[in-house]
């Protein structure tokens, strides 16, 4: 009998669900921060914008260096060990920019999925300041995927320039909801509740048997903050199908 799996955590008290067929099994959990796995951040817990939330952040000496080294996505996130191969994440998501934050800083953030052992991981990830810029370019790259640690912004954008990228309507300082549905080796963003998808993934990099954690993601120069964040096993009836 196929099991479905729901995960939703709401600011570090969530419930996991296992439902089977026509008798859905429901066990309650409360899950502290002790069990993300923290890859560089630190979390606690805040209020922001009238909600509870989870606050994270990197070490400022962790910020990249333009001037010594290549601006590229890296792994700092914190994030849930879960078995998650198929189905649907959904996340509450904010932004700001860190007092010392460097001049390239966009208020990156997003959700990475499938993280193995090795922390290779599939993500999409915002910049909310680029949705606002008064560059095109720049707006045309407000949304991001990419897979670590080989398919990194930089590569795909100079091999496949605009395939994994995107515009959307997001700013800082203002929750966005993002969800993300997974399908083999097909993913979709969908934002702010939106029917329509943001961004189209037809060839997520690490294969379609990849499977693993999930968690939320930032980059230099962000102090970011979530809450009600689900993962679920169980896709649409109608996923879409690919767009070629």
């Known amino acids: 009998m196929k099991t479905n799996l729901l995960l939703i955590l709401i600011a570090g008290f969530s419930s996991f669900v296992a439902a089977q067929s026509a008798e859905p099994l429901a066990l309650q959990k409360s899950f502290p921060l002790s069990d993300f796995i923290r890859s560089g951040v630190s979390l606690k817990y805040g209020d922001y914008l009238g909600k509870k939330a989870i606050k994270m952040q990197m070490p400022a000496e962790n910020f990249q260096d333009p001037t010594k080294e290549v601006l590229t996505d890296r792994k700092f996130m914190a ?18 920019l860190a007092h010392d934050a460097p001049a390239y800083a966009r208020g990156f953030l ?10 290779r991981f599939e993500n999409i990830y915002l910049r909310p300041t680029n949705s606002q810029a008064d560059d095109q370019v720049r707006r045309n790259h407000s949304v991001q995927y990419f897979a670590y640690p080989d398919y990194t912004f930089e590569r795909l954008r100079k091999e496949t320039p605009e395939k994994y990228e995107t515009y959307a309507d997001i700013a800082l300082e203002r929750w966005i909801h993002m969800k993300i549905t997974v399908s083999g080796q097909q993913a979709r963003l969908y934002l702010d509740h939106s029917s329509t998808p943001a961004l189209l993934v037809n060839d997520l990099k690490l294969g379609s048997e990849a499977r693993g954690g999930v968690g939320v993601w930032i980059e230099s120069g962000t102090t970011a903050y979530f809450n009600n964040l689900k993962i679920s096993s169980k896709l649409p009836d109608a996923h879409p199908e690919q767009v070629k």
Do not use: C, N, Q, Y
């Open 79 to 96: 994030w849930l060990p879960v078995d998650f191969h198929d189905g649907i994440i959904e996340v509450d998501i904010a932004s700001t």
């Open 110 to 119: 997003g959700l990475s999925f499938r993280i193995d052992k090795a922390e």
